[in-house]
């Protein structure tokens, strides 16, 4: 499961439209994926799940997300680390600049 689809799992639309805010905004800023972290477990602090369940299997899908894509994001490549951020768009359309930034944001500089 990469970032987009952590934040399609989100069953309330609330929730999940306000998450994507946040992930949004993170993709275009300096930001680099530890503080995507912390802005992900900030924000699951801060808001109420209508349904425990849904906020536990949340909780459990952010984790894994974690453990792949940033714990172990070392052993990833630049491709990878795109594809689990979901940002093969800005790359592609982005420019050397753009790229400049995305390399530094995912701990891909050479």
Not at 20 to 33: A, C, G, H, L
Not at 62 to 90: C, H, M, P
């Amino acid at each position: 499961m990469n970032l987009d689809e952590l934040v399609n799992s989100v069953p309330e639309t609330d929730l999940r439209e306000n998450l994507s805010r946040w992930v949004e905004e993170w993709k275009q800023d300096d930001k680099d994926i530890e503080k995507l972290a912390y802005l992900i477990g900030k924000w699951h602090g801060n808001v109420w799940f209508q349904d425990a369940d849904a906020s536990n299997k949340f909780h459990s899908e952010f984790q894994s997300f974690k453990s792949v894509a940033i714990d172990n994001i070392g052993g990833l490549t630049l491709n990878e680390r795109l594809y689990w951020f979901g940002l093969f768009d800005v790359w592609n359309s982005g420019n050397e600049t753009t790229r400049n930034r995305l390399r530094s944001k995912l701990h891909a500089n050479a």
